[in-house]
């Protein structure tokens, strides 16, 4: 072998000796990375303490031993053989043994409620709700014979009468029922017959319906209806009678035929009227409107924000349930989520401000709203709307 050619294997010998000692003293950096990922998600991982379980509520513990809750406005547990059960809203086919009536084929899975629902609108009662041994019954009257069509926790009836279908929700505090007009063809009353057990139906000043028992206590209630369309524009002109006819008792349902007929109604139009059952008033909300200053919308099922049409000046209240663990712990983070409901491509932002004296969702209007405390900086507020 010539000297050039032992130069050159020598120099490759080099080279693969500095590559050898170099694995050896270099780190694995996909072990190291594996490591670090397999730290975060143990520090990411959480167990739910069941045993802090509230109606409202969830604890977690976390893999870097914080704890984190979770709290809602709403109901997420209800209550059974004295331990908090998860709410399944779910709408499923049930046995003629587990229904509530042999016409009621259809029934949420679970809640502190039982609502049933019947397969077609030919059946004498459409829904029964049932809390206890109090229940209401609800049938179709003089509408199109139609199947059931279910899904997830919805179940709908269309076209039982021309352009306008019957839907109902299975919710966390009760069965939320919306008539869906695509258009108006005059019919400005819905009617369906009321029977109830254990209950009376009786109006109420605000316009809704409260089902009281041989004691006096509310055990669940209809609020005050309303009437919102395509565009979110609002009508509070909704009312309920109740009335006795042949020895049946109908609940009709009275539309405002004047704001249905205007030339910018935009369909289809959404009547919600909902049974609603009495729970924890610790957790609550609604809003306030300037153009209303008198009126309280805390049986509304949505609150609005900014300059709204309809309500003017707006701002949504929220009062959380924030549970004991909370008094003793040093909170290092929050964060309050809410959903839109109308879609819009300007961003635009929320300012979130600490309520500063108590208030109740029954009575808050404009003129009565509570006191709040002044954002100074956008420091403030920006902390503020993490939270």
């Known amino acids: 072998m010539t000297p050039h050619l032992l130069k050159k294997w020598s120099w490759i010998s080099v080279l693969v000796i500095i590559a050898l000692i170099g694995a050896t003293l270099l780190p694995d950096y996909a072990e190291v990375y594996a490591a670090e990922k397999a730290r975060q998600e143990q520090l990411n991982q959480k167990r739910e303490i069941v045993e802090l379980r509230t109606e409202n509520s969830k604890t977690y513990i976390k893999g870097d031993n914080t704890y984190m809750l979770e709290q809602y406005l709403e109901p997420i547990h209800f209550k059974e053989k004295g331990t908090w059960e998860e709410i399944d809203n779910g709408i499923a086919t049930v046995s003629s043994t587990q229904a509530l009536d042999s016409e009621l084929s259809y029934q949420n899975k679970a809640n502190r409620y039982r609502a049933g629902f019947a397969p077609h609108t030919g059946a004498k009662k459409l829904l029964r709700f049932q809390l206890g041994s109090a229940s209401v019954d609800l049938g179709l009257v003089d509408g199109k014979k139609v199947k059931a069509e279910k899904k997830g926790n919805r179940i709908a009836y269309n076209h039982?009468?021309?352009?306008?279908?019957?839907?109902?929700?299975?919710?966390?505090?009760?069965?939320?029922?919306?008539?869906?007009?695509?258009?108006?063809?005059?019919?400005?009353?819905?009617?369906?017959?009321?029977?109830?057990?254990?209950?009376?139906?009786?109006?109420?000043?605000?316009?809704?319906?409260?089902?009281?028992?041989?004691?006096?206590?509310?055990?669940?209630?209809?609020?005050?209806?309303?009437?919102?369309?395509?565009?979110?524009?609002?009508?509070?002109?909704?009312?309920?009678?109740?009335?006795?006819?042949?020895?049946?008792?109908?609940?009709?349902?009275?539309?405002?035929?004047?704001?249905?007929?205007?030339?910018?109604?935009?369909?289809?139009?959404?009547?919600?009227?909902?049974?609603?059952?009495?729970?924890?008033?610790?957790?609550?909300?609604?809003?306030?409107?300037?153009?209303?200053?008198?009126?309280?919308?805390?049986?509304?099922?949505?609150?609005?924000?900014?300059?709204?049409?309809?309500?003017?000046?707006?701002?949504?209240?929220?009062?959380?349930?924030?549970?004991?663990?909370?008094?003793?712990?040093?909170?290092?983070?929050?964060?309050?989520?809410?959903?839109?409901?109308?879609?819009?491509?300007?961003?635009?932002?929320?300012?979130?401000?600490?309520?500063?004296?108590?208030?109740?969702?029954?009575?808050?209007?404009?003129?009565?709203?509570?006191?709040?405390?002044?954002?100074?900086?956008?420091?403030?507020?920006?902390?503020?709307?993490?939270?």
């Open 160 to 387: 039982v009468y021309p352009d306008t279908h019957l839907v109902y929700y299975t919710d966390h505090n009760g069965v939320k029922e919306e008539w869906v007009l695509d258009r108006y063809h005059g019919q400005n009353k819905l009617t369906m017959t009321l029977d109830t057990q254990g209950v009376e139906a009786k109006k109420q000043k605000d316009g809704s319906i409260d089902f009281v028992d041989s004691k006096g206590k509310v055990a669940f209630s209809v609020p005050r209806p309303f009437m919102v369309d395509q565009n979110l524009r609002y009508s509070g002109d909704v009312q309920f009678q109740i009335r006795s006819k042949e020895n049946k008792t109908y609940l009709d349902l009275e539309l405002d035929e004047k704001w249905l007929q205007e030339k910018e109604r935009a369909f289809p139009v959404t009547v919600d009227p909902s049974l609603v059952v009495q729970g924890s008033d610790k957790a609550q909300d609604t809003f306030v409107g300037e153009k209303q200053p008198t009126t309280n919308f805390g049986t509304v099922t949505y609150f609005t924000v900014g300059n709204n049409p309809d309500h003017g000046k707006s701002r949504a209240l929220l009062k959380f349930d924030l549970q004991p663990l909370l008094s003793s712990a040093t909170i290092t983070s929050a964060k309050l989520s809410v959903y839109q409901t109308n879609t819009s491509t300007k961003a635009e932002r929320e300012n979130l401000h600490p309520i500063t004296e108590n208030w109740s969702e029954t009575t808050a209007t404009w003129n009565k709203q509570p006191a709040y405390r002044y954002l100074q900086s956008d420091s403030d507020r920006c902390r503020l709307v993490r939270f």
